[in-house]
């Protein structure tokens, strides 16, 4: 039995090297994206210095948001500042508080919660007329806090 001999193939090209006209059209065109994203960026509004419907308190920030002036789910969060999970849990509970021109009204709870990382989340439906203005409540033992009030 006899083994056919190997297929000499022709040998190949060298591989093409980009032309250097490609390489600085790339060049170009990834500088002039980069300019106007930074352009972009640079003709941007400036972040509010707060989220709207919060209220800094000397170790946390208390949230409330929803549709202000309608009816709807509306949600209190309040956020520990430097807290770690486990030890500093403390047990909070979160509402909302409407007025109009003639009565404020008693605060709505939507629960009672401990913190779990050094936050809670809790919300509920409000029955809200457009009238109304509303804002975040919490309550950590005899202590009340809150934010400011929105208004549609």
Known sequence: MSVPAPRRTASRPPARRPDARRDARRTVVAVAALCLLAATAAAAPPAPPEPTGCGDLVRGQLCLRGPVGAAGTYTAAYRRLG?????????????????????????????????????????????????????????????????????S
């Open 83 to 151: 807290a770690a999970s486990g030890r500093g849990e403390i047990i909070v509970r979160l509402g909302y508080q409407r007025k109009n021109d003639r009565i404020t009204a008693f605060p709505g709870w939507f629960g009672t919660r401990r913190t779990q990382g050094g936050a809670v989340v809790l919300s509920g439906r409000v029955e809200m007329l457009a009238d109304e203005c509303i804002r975040g409540v919490m309550e950590r033992g005899e202590t009340v806090y809150v934010t400011k009030w929105s208004c």
